[in-house]
């Protein structure tokens, strides 16, 4: 059985940064896109970035382009989320989950076409 593990959270500064990781065991997840989302108190879970199927191209967020990297460890069984530049706003849970349907590809990141959800980290920017 698939199951992903967040983690990496915690409380940061304005302007500071964090290094999530996503662990996944139990299944090959080769060819399948992974993706990261949030859910910020009150708001629904959104798409923050996605590495595709073979790890070369990814997706991210207008919220948050140029202030997030991902990337994948295939022997590792890990994807990272590289952030930066952390903004208030940027305070949610983060999950990582796998596409369910149209594998190889990121697109549409939303939440409905990806499963497998983990438990999720806490990332809490505040001054």
């Known amino acids: 059985q698939l199951q992903f593990v967040e983690s990496g959270g915690g409380l940061v500064q304005p302007g500071g940064s964090l290094k999530l990781s996503c662990i996944y065991s139990?299944?090959?997840?080769?060819?399948?896109?992974i993706g990261w989302f949030r859910q910020a108190p009150g708001k629904e879970r959104e798409g923050v970035s996605c590495i595709d199927g073979v790890g070369r191209l990814a997706t991210t967020a207008d919220s948050v382009k140029g202030r997030v990297t991902i990337s994948r460890d295939i022997v590792k069984n890990v994807v990272y989320l590289q952030m930066s530049d952390l903004k208030l706003e940027d305070t949610a849970v983060y999950y990582c989950?796998?596409?369910?349907?149209?594998?190889?590809?990121?697109?549409?990141?939303?939440?409905?076409?990806?499963?497998?959800w983990g438990q999720g980290t806490q990332v809490t920017v505040s001054s």
């Open positions: 989950a796998r596409k369910s349907i149209d594998l190889a590809h990121c697109e549409p990141l939303l939440q409905g076409v990806f499963e497998s």
């Open positions: 139990g299944s090959t997840l080769e060819g399948y896109s």
